[in-house]
Structures are given as structure tokens and as C-alpha cells.
């Protein structure tokens, strides 16, 4: 009832760009949310199944955008399972304030309504997996190489491309998107859990949860020691073809790797303890976080984390939006 509420009074609100209206919506659904069972919201935090997810729909974006509340909270940071490599570690607990993040990977068809606004130039040379990776001309996110639709994933985008795609969706609605920071990512991404994926320890559900490289990816990926199952997609799937995570996340494991705001450092040592980004470290290359359609169960970890050239447009890199424009809008905080 919560959720609803503040969905559709804020999508109200909003649309009209009016403040009283909003300020309602605020205080009518803090009333509702004051009345749930005081155990109930105790247990919000801890257990992944319960979470009362909110969904805030920013009409004011050119295509339809969904964003879910991930709540505020503390977690363990990097390798806690000790399953996961020295630049995981070492673990650390953050603090978290609550931040919209977006339901699914930008999508080829968002990425196309800004090109289209801005004559945004993403190359023509992409970086491609064949026996090793390899940067090949007449590639790019219109044609990455093999067959996608609208609601594809974008890739064969850098992260100067997620930039500048940001600045343009805000000049459009006022709103204050930007990319998640690492720790953002990896707390959104276990939803509460410690385990090595937020479902557990086990890869067996991992072809229900994500587009990764399983039996049938092997017509790309002869040898590799893939998924024991076939989830149907050798390269990208449509967003949200495959279960969420319990925070309403769809493809936070597989589809593509998702960009992150982070200068890259090899450890955690001095990292910030507050859910900010890393910006401090080598700054031409950047964090990706979450594992590609051709990625092994090890890359999907909750905890792996990858970097690459900021300027490297890779056919299996994509990202997703955050904000916390919207945070003094939730009850919650
Ligand atoms: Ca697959
Ligand atoms: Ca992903």
C-alpha cells in the first residue's frame, strides 16, 4: 500500500512540477508508512523477501524510467565469504544513505533517444572477445556485432559515453542521475545478503537470475567452464527477461558489466566509508561491476570487481543509473 502510495502521488506530483503537491505526497505516505507493523519495517533491512520495494516512475525522462529504493543501512564490503581475490579485501563496513537506483540496464533504445537529441559521437571501434579481447573498426552500440533490439542493453559504450549521456538526461528533467559509486553497486547488488550471490552460495540459480555464459554460450566461448544449464542467450537479452534480485533489481549479474563512478585503486585500504565513490587512484580507469553475458559463475560474484580504460568501449559493458535527488522525498530517511 506504502509502495503504491508513493508511486503514484509522486508520479502525480511530479508531473506537475508542483511542490505542495509533492510535500502531500511526502507526508501523506510517511502517515501510511508510520502505520505499518513496527515489526515489519524492523525486519526491512534484514531479510532480503520482505523488502518493501518503491518504485518511483520520473516521467520527465524521454522514455520510460523506472528507478526502485534501495534503503539506507550498513553492510560488509568486498570479499566477506573469503572466496574473492586481494583486491576485494580489505572488508570493510559502509554506511549507506538510501538512493534511487535504476530496475534495469540503460537500454539501447534510451541510449538511441539521446544520440538522436545530441549527434553524440561513441566511435565506430569496439572492443570484442575472439580467442582474447581485440578492438575492431565498424563496430559500435548501434551494431555491437550481433543481433539486439531496443530494449537490449546498451555496450560498446565508455564511460565518458555514460557521462555525457547523464548530463543530457538531466539537462532534460532536472533531476540529478549519476553513476553508482562502487559501494552503491555492491550493496545494492547482494540486497542484504553475505553470501557469495544474493541467492546463496550455489550457482545452480544462476540461469534463472542472469544471462551469463551458460551451456548455450559455448557456441561462442568453445572451452569455457560455463553455467550447467542453458538460460537461452549467447549474447545480450532484453532487460528484465530474467528474476530480479530481492530489491527489485533485473540484471545486476550478467547481461552487461555495469560502469561505476570509481577511479581505480587495487585495494580497499583507504577506500571511503560512506557509500561515496573512490576518487582518488589511477582515474583513467574505472570500475565495472556485476559480470557480461560471456562471464563464468566466479565473475557474477556480488564481490568481483573489474576496471578498465575509461576511454574502451567494450561489446559487453553497459551501465545503470542512480540518484539521490529524490531522498529527502522518502519516508525512510
Ligand atoms: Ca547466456
Ligand atoms: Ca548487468
Not at 553524440?120 to 550481433?146: I, S, Y
Amino acid at each position: 500500500m506504502v509502495t503504491d502510495c508513493f508511486l503514484y502521488m509522486y508520479t502525480a506530483a511530479r508531473a506537475q512540477s508542483n511542490t505542495v503537491s509533492i510535500a502531500v505526497c511526502i507526508v501523506f505516505c510517511s502517515g501510511l508508512l508510520l502505520l505499518t507493523p513496527a515489526s515489519h519495517a524492523d525486519e526491512h533491512l534484514k531479510t532480503a523477501a520482505q523488502h518493501d520495494q518503491i518504485v518511483a516512475r520520473f516521467i520527465s525522462a524521454p522514455f520510460p524510467l523506472e528507478m526502485v529504493w534501495i534503503p539506507k543501512g550498513r553492510f560488509q564490503m568486498g570479499d566477506s565469504s573469503g572466496s574473492g581475490q586481494a583486491d576485494e579485501r580489505p572488508v570493510r563496513q559502509v554506511e549507506m544513505r538510501g538512493f534511487w537506483m535504476m530496475r534495469t540496464e540503460v537500454t539501447r533504445g534510451m541510449f538511441a533517444r539521446f544520440v538522436e537529441d545530441t549527434r553524440h559521437a561513441a566511435g565506430d571501434r569496439c572492443w570484442v572477445f575472439a580467442a582474447g579481447w581485440t578492438e575492431r573498426d565498424g563496430l559500435g552500440w548501434r551494431a555491437p556485432g550481433f543481433p539486439q533490439n531496443d530494449n537490449h542493453p546498451v555496450t560498446c559504450v565508455n564511460w565518458h559515453d555514460a557521462h555525457a549521456f547523464i548530463a543530457w538526461l538531466n539537462r532534460k528533467t532536472g533531476e540529478t542521475f549519476r553513476l553508482p559509486s562502487e559501494a552503491e553497486w555492491e550493496y545494492a547488488a547482494r540486497a542484504g545478503s553475505e553470501t557469495v550471490y544474493y541467492m546463496g552460495d550455489q550457482v545452480a540459480a544462476l540461469c534463472t537470475n542472469a544471462n551469463a555464459a551458460d551451456k548455450r554460450a559455448l557456441e561462442h566461448y568453445p572451452g569455457f567452464a560455463v553455467n550447467d544449464c542453458d538460460d537461452g542467450y549467447v549474447r545480450t537479452s532484453p532487460v528484465a527477461t530474467f528474476a530480479a534480485n530481492p530489491w527489485g533489481l533485473y540484471d545486476i549479474y550478467g547481461n552487461t558489466w555495469e560502469w561505476v563512478e570509481d577511479c581505480w585503486n587495487s585495494s580497499y585500504a583507504s577506500a571511503p566509508a560512506d557509500g561515496s565513490a573512490f576518487l582518488e587512484g589511477d582515474c583513467s580507469r574505472r570500475g565495472f561491476r556485476g559480470g557480461g553475458y560471456g562471464d563464468i559463475p566466479y565473475f557474477l560474484r556480488s564481490t568481483l570487481r573489474n576496471r578498465g580504460d575509461a576511454t574502451h568501449r567494450k561489446d559487453d559493458i553497459g551501465f545503470r543509473l542512480v540518484t539521490s535527488g529524490a531522498t529527502a522525498s522518502n519516508p525512510r530517511q
